[in-house]
């Protein structure tokens, strides 16, 4: 099974924050996926989230922007 490492560094009040895991890919998951579902638990669980600042795959890949399309894309779907 292919892995991924991702890390995600996002604004909260108490200033950035950095959290990193492995997490597994699966044919129906892409990197970007597994990370905005990420996202969305750590909104879920810490409820200190502010504003995204990147992610990271594997160290050098920089897929921000690939996640926030995904997540107003999201967004737009649920509020239809």
């Known amino acids: 099974m292919l892995k991924v490492y991702i890390i995600v560094r996002y604004h909260s009040p108490a200033g950035i ?3 990193g895991g ?3 890919l699966t044919n129906r998951n ?3 996926y597994v990370a905005y579902e990420w996202i969305q638990q750590i909104k879920r ?3 200190h989230y ?3 600042i990147e992610v990271i795959v594997n160290g050098d890949q920089d897929i921000t922007d690939k996640v926030k399309k995904l997540e107003d894309n999201l967004s737009i779907n649920n509020c239809i």
């Open 45 to 47: 669980e810490v409820h």
């Open 50 to 52: 502010d504003r995204l």
């Open 22 to 24: 492995t997490f597994p």
């Open 30 to 32: 892409t990197p970007e």
């Open 17 to 19: 924050v950095t959290q």
